[in-house]
Structure formats: C-alpha cells, structure tokens
C-alpha cells in the first residue's frame, strides 16, 4: 500500500490516504513511528498494528469517555466517531465493543428519555425527539406499548402547572396557553377542546 496523500487536520493530527483512499487519521507521533510520508510504502504488517494498536483501540476508548458522563444512542456514538475521522468499519468494531458490555442500549436509553420527560411533553414530540436521535421505529413502537395515558390528561396536568383556568381565562391568556401546549408537541384539535378556543381566539 502506497501513501498517496496526507491532510493536516489540526496542529497535531493529520489524515492520512492509501491507495487514493482515507485510512486513518493519525497524531504527528504516530507518523513518525510509523515512517509515513507521502510516495512511502506500508506493509500490510504495519498497516494492520496501525488499526489494531493505535485506531481502533483508540476509537474504543473514545466511545467509552463519550458514554462516561451521559447515556447516549447507538446513532450518537456514531456520529461523533464520525466527526473523529473513524472509518465506518472501526466505527462498527467500536460500537459493537461498546455494545457487548451492555454501554449502549437504545431501547434503554429511549426508555428513559421517555420517561423522564412524559410529564411534559406529548407522546408525539417525544417521537419525534427519539427519531431525531436516530432510534428506530420499532423501539420507539415498543416503549409505548401500553403506555396510553390520555393526551388529554397530560393537557390537564400542564394546564394546572401554568395556573390558569381556561373557563375563566382571558383570551389573551388563552393564546399563551395555546402557544405553550403546542411547543409541547400537542395538536391543535386536542388543545382547543380542552381550552374551548375558537378560530378567532388564536
């Protein structure tokens, strides 16, 4: 394998191709050691140290730094690893190490997400907050399985945390109200039944 080209990412770390294709990103040191420069050639001997003493056991530790402080989803290790310069095959040897301990878990983590926000938010946005951190439908269709609290019972409860009562609020207030229950992702329909707006109210 031929280096063909090596990109300066940053004042340390430099990406570096083989062959015209991306390989790895590597520090300075790394280069060094290695004896990499562009033209150079690279035994499949020190090509595969390189992935498995330096890459890849890099990637795993920063999967497990990137889930120390927080739980996060299978599509957000991937994305920030990304960000990283990883290939997708070490990103797939990292996310399954990670993974085979039990460190991620999207159906725990959707769960919890879940759970922690139900008191304030509706069923809806919840999904579409799950969606956009890259869980998959079928976990999503899963953790609400027998999760049917009313929509309207959870309006209720907001309506009450904002003290307000809508049979005697004035319009104004109602319109507050409306635009706070719809930036917690209820429709229009299930908020005006609720608050008996008009079309002209809002």
């Known amino acids: 394998m031929t280096v063909t080209e090596i990109i300066k990412i940053d004042k340390g770390k430099s990406k570096v191709f083989l062959d015209e294709e991306f390989a790895f990103a590597l520090y300075r040191g790394e280069i060094r050691r290695f004896h990499i420069e562009e033209g150079a050639e690279i035994s499949d001997e020190d090509y595969e140290k390189i992935i ?11 999967s497990l730094h990137l889930l120390e402080s927080m739980d996060r989803t299978e599509n957000q290790i991937r994305m920030k690893l990304r960000q990283n310069f990883y290939t997708e095959e070490i990103i797939d040897s990292a996310v399954e190490y990670v993974k085979s301990y039990g460190y991620i878990n999207d ?16 069923r809806r946005q919840i999904k579409q907050e799950l969606q956009n951190k890259g869980i998959s439908k079928d976990i999503i269709g ?11 019972e959870l309006i209720e409860k907001l309506i009450k945390k904002k003290r307000v009562d809508p049979e005697t609020a004035t319009k104004e207030e109602k319109q507050k109200l409306y635009g706070f229950l719809m930036r917690k992702g209820f429709s229009s329909d299930e908020i005006l039944r609720r608050i008996r707006m008009n079309n002209r109210d809002y």
């Open 142 to 152: 899963r953790i609400f399985e027998g999760n049917e609290d009313s929509e309207a």
């Open 107 to 122: 159906e725990r983590y959707a769960r919890n997400y879940a759970f922690n926000r139900s008191g304030s938010r509706s």
């Open 52 to 62: 498995a003493d330096v890459v890849l056991k890099r990637a795993k530790a920063r």
